[in-house]
């Protein structure tokens, strides 16, 4: 069983959608919880980090069930500049740092 | 400007050659990585560093080397042992790797490497 996994996709949705993703973690030390965003060729770049009590930050939402060991990500009023690749990722104080395989997302206009 | 430096862009290697790629960072980061992403599928860790002149395996570090002996400078050695290079190398750094730190990892703009 791979350590983080995710729904590969592809997400294909209309301009103005709210998608969300999915991500579940084996590792209960884990600790440490982000959403990356990767474009196609180019570096994963920090989209934001996930606290316990779930937070915001503009049209992203994420939140983190540690009992289910799982972490979402909501994002509301797509863009056409939301296409990308999300990377989830559980860290154990940065010693098993695993990204998950990515989720795939097309915003179509 | 602070970051992450990664070169070359593109890297091309012939059968039997060992190439390095090169990472520099200018944030006064403790820590720096270095990950491979195949096509299609997430990153896995080949080595990482905490400190100056140390340097841990990662779960793929087979046919790689790696050196640490400044702070800002942790380049990678792609040696003939790896069978399959072809792939993105991506290096990455942060703060410290201590508990309760902020261990957020910055990337690097990757290095392509392709088997002639």
């Known amino acids: 069983r791979k350590e983080v996994e995710q729904d590969p996709g592809p997400f294909n949705v209309p301009e103005g959608a709210t998608v969300a993703f999915n991500c579940t973690y084996s590792?209960?030390?884990?600790?440490?919880f982000f959403w990356y965003r990767q474009d196609c060729r180019k570096e994963p770049k920090l989209l934001m980090s996930?606290?316990?009590s779930g937070n915001e930050d503009g049209r992203f939402t994420a939140q983190l069930n540690r009992a289910s060991q799982y972490i979402s990500l909501l994002i509301r009023d797509s863009k056409l500049s939301d296409s990308a690749t999300y990377l989830c990722?559980?860290?154990?104080?940065?010693?098993?740092?695993?990204f998950g395989p990515g989720t795939r997302l097309s915003v179509l206009p | 400007d602070g970051g992450i430096t990664q070169s070359p862009k593109y890297l091309f290697r012939k059968e039997g050659q060992n190439v390095t790629l090169s990472c520099e960072q200018n944030?006064?980061?403790?820590?720096m990585y270095w990950y491979r992403q195949d096509p299609g599928q997430g990153l896995r860790l080949i080595y990482y560093?905490?400190?100056?002149?140390?340097?841990q395996k990662g779960d793929i570090a087979e046919g790689y080397s790696v050196s640490r002996e400044k702070k800002e400078s942790f380049p990678l050695t792609v040696t003939s042992a790896q069978k399959n290079p072809t792939a993105f190398y991506l290096c990455?750094?942060?703060?410290?790797?201590?508990?309760?730190?902020?261990?957020?990892?910055?990337f690097g703009p990757g290095t392509r490497l392709l088997v002639l």
């Open positions: 990722v559980a860290d154990n104080y940065g010693q098993n740092f695993v």
């Open positions: 996930v606290y316990s």
């Open positions: 560093s905490q400190i100056v002149n140390d340097f």
């Open positions: 990455a750094s942060s703060i410290r790797l201590t508990s309760g730190s902020d261990e957020t990892q910055y």
């Open positions: 590792n209960s030390a884990s600790q440490s």
């Open positions: 944030l006064n980061h403790d820590a």
